[in-house]
């Protein structure tokens, strides 16, 4: 038996939704349960072949266990290595590179000192920073946000330098990014899951149980658009599944949030006919990956931990005639 275990936190609905889904595929030899940890071992050897992880990037116990389970064989959605070394900055530059059009960005100092260190670490720092070509570059109105985790959570609009500073005073020794502001005629959050792409108009100043009743709908155009940058874009950054939001200006898509492996697919807050289609697409996805079967890394050494086998592609899975769909 090949068992997809599911690693979360607060979800409610979610989670249940998805074991259920999966094991009414009725696909032979696959089963799927909520993962269940205690003290582990360094040569212990998980019972999981595949786990989907809501919830490592908040629990850095998990983030352990689960990179040693990669070492084992384990298939983690979404990869552990790769999310560990994310960030936004390091996000903007790398959708530059190939080509997805992102704001302008800038990343500077912490506020405060981070802890444990004085002034005599920061012996590379060039003081005063040089922020009116930094402002040039970036304008006004702009965004002040964490350059690590989501959730609209330390995220300032600034229209001026002195807003900028009032707000910077009050950011401590969290790492933030300055960001060109985009106003946007439509914004869209696109949901993807392996190469499965469900294009959403997405409000994200509504309040949060209306932000996916925006009032307008992508063309085709506009929706193959979305689909092969949200594709190029996971590709890069070795996700499996994410979410990649763009805000539409002037025809131009700009990549704003695109670094979030356990996208929020709550039924509350997604709506209905996108929760089906989230739980649906995850469930044959993790299949998929379960039929491949455990992936031992060829050598131990970060490259190897990161990119699957030349040779690995999706089984179709097959239902069993030994088992009935489950109602």
């Known amino acids: ?3 997809i275990g599911i690693l979360f936190g607060m979800e409610q609905s979610f989670p249940p939704a998805l074991v259920e889904a999966i094991n009414s595929m009725g696909v032979e030899g696959v089963s799927a349960e909520f993962v269940k940890i205690g003290g582990v071992r360094m040569d212990d050897v998980l019972r999981y072949d595949v786990i989907l992880d809501r919830i490592s990037h908040d629990i850095p116990f998990y983030r352990s266990v689960l990179k040693v389970a990669v070492l084992n064989g384990t298939r983690v959605v979404n990869n552990p290595f790769w999310w560990s070394a994310d960030d936004k900055f390091l996000g903007y530059a790398l959708a530059a ?5 992102v704001p302008r960005t800038i990343i500077f100092p912490t506020k405060q000192h981070p802890p444990r260190t004085t002034s005599e670490s920061m012996r590379n720092l060039i003081y005063p920073l040089n922020w009116d070509e930094l402002f040039q570059y970036v304008g006004f109105p702009a965004y002040l946000k964490p350059h690590l985790g989501g959730g609209w959570r330390q995220v300032y609009k600034v229209h001026d330098p002195q807003e900028f500073f009032a707000a910077y005073d009050q950011t401590g020794d969290t790492v933030m990014v300055l960001q060109e502001a985009v106003d946007y005629e439509e914004y869209y959050r696109c949901y993807v899951i392996g190469n499965r792409v469900r294009v959403i108009p997405y409000a994200p100043h509504h309040p949060y149980h209306l932000r996916y009743t925006a009032p307008y709908q992508p063309t085709p155009e506009r929706e193959a658009q979305l689909r092969e940058l ?3 874009l996971c590709t890069a950054l070795g996700y499996d599944i994410n979410t990649v939001e763009f805000a539409i200006r002037n025809g131009i898509p700009y990549a704003i949030d695109f670094l979030n492996p356990a996208p929020d697919a709550e039924r509350y807050s997604v709506q209905e006919g996108n929760f089906n289609w989230i739980v649906q697409n995850t469930a044959e996805f993790l ?11 060829p050598t131990y050494r ?6 699957p086998p030349a040779d690995s592609t999706p089984t179709k899975p097959e239902k069993s005639p030994r088992r009935s769909r489950r109602r």
Do not use: F, H, T, Y
């Open 1 to 3: 038996m090949r068992i």
């Open 302 to 307: 970060w490259s190897a931990l990161l990119s």
């Open 97 to 101: 590179k190939i080509g997805v059009p």
């Open 230 to 232: 949200s594709l190029r």
């Open 287 to 297: 299949v998929e990956l379960a039929l491949q079967g455990r992936q031992i890394p």
